[in-house]
Each structure stands twice: as structure tokens, then as C-alpha cells.
């Protein structure tokens, strides 16, 4: 898959903050269980520093992961799943076929809350069930909702069978 310069420097970043974990990790010793309790704070501090926002880090691979799915079936135009900042609101993939068919997709990077049980907590069930809800309403002719979790990609199969219609589920990543 070509990359895009911009997903080129997304990946870039993403790398240069995994470089300040492994530092962070690799040279500051985490304190004592019995620490006082500001140190203990003052840790988890630069512990939340060091690795800033890895949600975005995770859906931008995703997001890449998925647009690589895509460059098989349908002929994709050109797109960049950079160009929209992870988290924004919206659609995280909207491109076009090169025959003018529009392709929609909603990437989730959701593990399910009760893992033994393989389903999903509340919040993340409501967060699917919003994203399910736009890709329904949403004018197109291809969608896609990609995870990146196989009890994910389980629990929605279960919990939004009868929703799914016209919608792709995808688990992207998986281990052949």
C-alpha cells in the first residue's frame, strides 16, 4: 500500500512517542508499592507524559489497516486516512471508487470491557451503536465497520446482527 506524506508523517510521530515510552520505561524505575502517594502521582504523571495519546496512535494504524483492505475490492481512487485528525468527528474513512461509488467506514479499536464474557460495556455499546446508526444513514455504496478485536468483532456480530445490513463488518489485523 502507498502511503500518503502526510500518513508518512502521522506513522513518523507515532514513532517518535513510542521511542519516549521505551526511554521513559527504560530509565525511570517505577516507585515502591508503599511510595508515598505523591510519588506515586508524580510518576503516573510523566507515565501519562511519556505516552500521550496512544488511542490516536492505535486508530491511525487502524485507520491505515483499513484503507489497506480497501485498495483490494472496490478499485479505490487515491485518499488519505490522515487527513482528518483521529478522534475528529465524522466519518474516519469517505472515499470514492474510481468508477465514482462512494465508500464509507467507521474504525473501532474497542476491546471489549467484560473479557471473559465477550461483550460490550455500556458506553461501548452506545459509542457502536452511534456509529452503526450513521454508517446507516449515510448515502453510499460501500460500508464498512472494521475493528481491530476478534471478541470485538464477535461481540457486534452478536449484539447488532439484525442492524448490520448493508454494512461490512471487518475485523482488520487478524492473525492468518
Known amino acids: 500500500m502507498a502511503l500518503t506524506d502526510e500518513e508518512k508523517r502521522g506513522l513518523a510521530t507515532i514513532a517518535g512517542h513510542v521511542q519516549r515510552v521505551r526511554s521513559f520505561f527504560g530509565t525511570i524505575s517505577a516507585p515502591a508499592a508503599d511510595a508515598p502517594v505523591e510519588v506515586w502521582l508524580r510518576y503516573l504523571i510523566e507515565m501519562k507524559r511519556a505516552l500521550g495519546n496512544t488511542s490516536n496512535w492505535l486508530s491511525l494504524t487502524a485507520c491505515l489497516l483499513a484503507k489497506g ?19 475528529a468527528k465524522g466519518l474516519d474513512i469517505d472515499a470514492m471508487t474510481i468508477d465514482g461509488a462512494r ?6 479499536t ?32 460501500y460500508k464498512y465497520l472494521f475493528v481491530t478485536d476478534e471478541m470485538t468483532y464477535r461481540a457486534i456480530a452478536h449484539a447488532f446482527a439484525s442492524q448490520l445490513e448493508g454494512i461490512q463488518l471487518v475485523l482488520l489485523g487478524a492473525r492468518q
Open 69 to 87: 483492505y480497501l485498495e483490494d475490492a472496490p478499485v479505490m481512487n487515491d485518499f488519505d486516512v490522515a487527513v482528518k485528525p483521529q478522534g
Open 103 to 108: 465508500v464509507v467506514g467507521e474504525v473501532k
Open 110 to 141: 474497542t476491546i471489549p470491557y467484560y473479557l471473559n464474557e465477550q461483550r460490550l460495556g455500556g458506553t461501548q455499546y452506545t459509542s457502536i451503536q452511534k456509529d452503526i446508526d450513521n454508517l446507516q444513514l449515510v448515502d453510499a455504496t
